[in-house]
């Protein structure tokens, strides 16, 4: 296994199963799991500088500039923890976030060395998102499909508490969508021609995208 820093970008649209596979992967390298929506919670609830200019302009329905964004991943991978690398998860989400990370890198004498991109398609996220149900009493996962509802493992409840969120409804999931491939389609293209882009068939089994995930990571 490689001695030098891994700094790994994982994308896949919503439904990828990509935070599962990130946990996974972070583990076995040792290396941590940075997430753009973990770090946004973190700066906003401890009230850190960069979380209240973000918070500035949250308050106003407004995005969040990728200067805010690009500062709170970059302080984050400073940390000692980050010495052997990092798996990115959210991040970049922009041309000009991938470009400020290379940047970075590079002025340290390192480079992202692998993004793995988790392909999935569109009719198999919808089926995926617009199929899970939670309990609202213990927030239970369970799907219509894969994993229907039996019992609660927490609670001597009937399926009276499920619920689908506003999130994984069809037609919102059918926008996130839209949205993803927006902002990643350019991502895609820029990581290809830099030659670290490894294309993963996300509609597979979890077990079988693991393992397609793993062979590439370990190349």
């Given at each position: 296994m490689k001695t030098d820093p891994s700094y790994i970008i994982l994308i896949g649209p919503p439904g990828s199963g990509k935070g599962t596979q990130a946990a996974s992967i972070s583990q076995e390298l040792n290396i941590p799991h940075v997430s753009s929506g973990d770090l946004f919670r973190h700066n906003l609830e401890n009230e850190t500088d960069l979380g209240k200019k973000a918070k500035a302009y949250i308050d106003r329905g407004s995005l969040v500039p990728d200067d805010i964004t690009i500062a709170m991943v970059l302080e984050r991978l400073s940390q000692p923890d980050c010495v052997?690398?990092?798996?990115?998860?959210?991040?970049?989400?922009?041309?000009?976030?991938?470009?400020?990370?290379?940047?970075a890198l590079a002025a340290q004498g390192n480079q992202v060395s692998l993004v793995p991109f988790i392909?999935?398609?569109?009719?198999?996220?919808?089926?995926?998102?617009?199929?899970?149900?939670?309990?609202?009493?213990?927030?239970?996962?369970?799907?219509?499909?894969?994993?229907?509802?039996?019992?609660?493992?927490?609670?001597?409840?009937?399926?009276?508490?499920?619920?689908?969120?506003?999130?994984?409804k069809p037609q919102t999931v059918r926008s996130r969508l839209k949205v993803y491939w927006e902002q990643t389609s350019p991502l895609i293209s820029y990581y290809r021609d830099t030659g670290v882009l490894v294309e993963i068939n996300g509609d597979q089994a979890i077990e079988a995208v693991e393992a397609e995930l793993r062979a590439a990571i370990m190349k």
């Open positions: 052997k690398g990092a798996l990115l998860d959210g991040f970049p989400r922009t041309l000009a976030q991938a470009e400020a990370l290379d940047k392909s999935v398609s569109d009719q198999v996220v919808i089926q995926r998102l617009s199929g899970r149900r939670i309990c609202r009493k213990c927030q239970a996962p369970f799907h219509v499909d894969f994993n229907p509802f039996r019992s609660c493992p927490y609670n001597k409840c009937h399926g009276e508490y499920l619920y689908q969120r506003d999130d994984d």
